[in-house]
């Protein structure tokens, strides 16, 4: 592993820690970048109860994503109506859905090819 793709890894897993603290439902990370045409090398994916959750969680991320590393997302969609926020790190994407969103979008499903990644480190 390169270390762009080490650092890639670390901030998955910093944005899924954050989700899985902020109550986060199904908080997963799926490995993309074996997976041909792949928009990332790394999904995070988690659902919230409600928009306030999603938006909140989104916050979340975005904070401490920036505390640790200094960066912020390249482009963020979706805030507004918080059914589906989407938080674009370049090679990892944040996907935060309320439940029902990420029950018919099926990302989860979309994207199977990818490997699940553990969210910790140990």
Do not use: C, D
């Given at each position: 592993?390169?270390?762009?793709?080490?650092?890639?890894?670390?901030?998955?897993?910093?944005?899924?820690?954050?989700?899985d603290e902020k109550k986060g439902i199904d908080v997963r990370i799926l490995d993309l970048r074996k997976v041909h045409g792949?928009?990332?090398?790394?999904?995070?994916?988690?659902?919230?109860?409600?928009?306030?959750?999603?938006?909140?969680?989104?916050d979340a991320v975005h904070e401490t994503?920036?505390?640790?590393?200094?960066?912020?997302?390249?482009k963020v969609e979706?805030?507004?109506?918080a059914?589906?926020?989407?938080m674009d790190y370049f090679d990892v994407v944040v996907h935060i859905f309320q439940k029902e969103?990420?029950?018919?979008?099926?990302l989860d499903e979309l994207w199977s090819d990818g490997e699940e990644v553990s969210i910790s480190t140990k």
């Open positions: 592993m390169t270390n762009k793709e080490k650092e890639s890894l670390v901030l998955a897993r910093l944005a899924a820690q954050t989700l792949a928009p990332a090398e790394y999904f995070v994916i988690a659902s919230g109860n409600v928009p306030s959750h999603v938006s909140a969680m989104s994503v920036k505390k640790a590393t200094g960066m912020g997302p390249h979706g805030y507004q109506n059914e589906w926020i989407l969103k990420r029950q018919f979008y099926r």
